[in-house]
T-cell receptor, first 114, second 113 residues
Framework: AQTVTQSQPEMSVQEAETVTLSCTYDTSESDYYLFWYKQPPSRQMILVIR??????QNATENRFSVNFQKAAKSFSLKISDSQLGDAAMYFCAYNEGGSEKLVFGKGTKLTVNP | NAGVTQTPKFRVLKTGQSMTLLCAQD?????MYWYRQDPGMGLRLIHY???????AKGEVPDGYNVSRLKKQNFLLGLESAAPSQTSVYFC????????????FGQGTRLTVV
């Protein structure tokens, strides 16, 4: 079974600085998708960024970007110019292509210090 | 623009009681999911549905049942609640399955005493 590992239970960053959250996954498949979801204190999870494994180019959404290292099975999230509103739990998730299901990591709690 | 709506948002049950959690989505999505979130465990899939009238087991289905009689609704039932089912429950939906964006409800915090 595929597994997703987030090795940092908690991280902190100063406002306006950059932080990187780590995620590794285990799969023998070549067709898959990776996601980062944000869960703010309001609890409702929202998609931050999505990466298709067959694409070489790293996905970017405004201040959020990923470093996708397919051979190393690594999918880290970089948040630039951190803002107080970025404080949340961040979950890395994996989907095997053609599967209906997502596999989530255990999450990283990000604190943004003013 | 409601998206995914869960009711109720909070509930306290006594051991052995039953209840149903309702999830409704207005995006015409085929796929719907129920997850539970426990501290330090991330989200674990309970049951899911790939369309009206279909259901399937996820990672932790024991003690739960589901129904999808209408495309927009996905019900999660607890027939005889146990303290181990104390958790936050999330419903999600997506258009074409796990490879596309999942839209989540705000969660239901359930406590079983």
């Amino acid at each position: 079974a595929q597994t997703v590992t987030q090795s940092q239970p908690e991280m902190s960053v100063q406002e306006a600085e950059t932080v990187t959250l780590s995620c590794t996954y285990d799969t023998s498949e070549s067709d898959y998708y990776l996601f980062w979801y944000k869960q703010p204190p309001s609890r409702q999870m929202i998609l931050v960024i999505r990466q298709e494994a067959y694409k070489q180019q790293n996905a970017t959404e405004n201040r959020f970007s990923v470093n996708f290292q397919k051979a190393a099975k690594s999918f880290s999230l970089k948040i630039s110019d951190s803002q107080l509103g970025d404080a949340a739990m961040y979950f890395c998730a994996y989907n095997e292509g053609g599967s209906e299901k997502l596999v989530f990591g255990k999450g990283t709690k990000l604190t943004v210090n003013p | 623009n409601a998206g995914v709506t869960q009711t109720p948002k909070f509930r306290v049950l006594k051991t052995g009681q039953s209840m149903t959690l309702l999830c409704a989505q207005d995006m015409n999505h085929e796929y719907m999911y129920w997850y539970r979130q426990d501290p330090g465990m991330g989200l674990r899939l309970i049951h899911y549905s790939v369309g009206e009238g279909t259901t399937a087991k996820g990672e932790v289905p024991d003690g739960y049942n589901v129904s999808r009689l209408k495309k927009q609704n996905f019900l999660l039932g607890l027939e005889s609640a146990a303290p181990s089912q104390t958790s936050v429950y999330f419903c999600a939906s997506s258009y074409t399955g796990g490879s596309t964006e999942a839209f989540f409800g705000q969660g239901t915090r359930l406590t079983v005493v």
